[in-house]
């Protein structure tokens, strides 16, 4: 089973950026389509954006525009750039298997995320 560890979070003005990585171990990571999530406090777990093995990629509506979503399956790694934040995406953001196109049943155990605080 793929244990991945989230990092990169902190704290930040609205507007500006943070880079997110996940680190996964497991040999299938590179065959594996990946997702970001996010979870606010008092508010359920969202899913943020995924990336399949062949780089297609899929974003919120939230996010369109503002976020890019990445992987080196060389370093088996998914990167989540986020632009322009906003306070409102406070949360802790977590990253997890998803199967193709189902990022409603992600898959993987949950690591411990990544706390991404974004001031007003």
């Known amino acids: 089973q793929v244990q991945l560890v989230e990092s990169g979070g902190g704290l930040v003005q609205a507007g500006g950026s943070l880079r997110l990585s996940c680190a996964a171990s497991g040999s299938i990571f590179s065959i594996s389509t990946m997702g970001w999530y996010r979870q606010a406090p008092g508010k359920q777990r969202e899913w943020v954006a995924s990336?399949?093995?062949?780089?297609?990629?899929n974003y919120a509506d939230s996010v369109k525009g503002r976020f890019t979503i990445s992987r080196d399956n060389s370093k088996n790694t998914v990167y989540l750039q986020m632009n322009s934040l906003k306070p409102e995406e406070k949360a802790v953001y977590y990253c997890n298997t998803h199967p193709y196109g189902r990022w409603d049943r992600p898959s993987g155990s949950w690591g411990q995320g990544t706390q991404v605080t974004v001031s007003s």
């Open positions: 990336i399949t093995s062949g780089g297609i990629t």
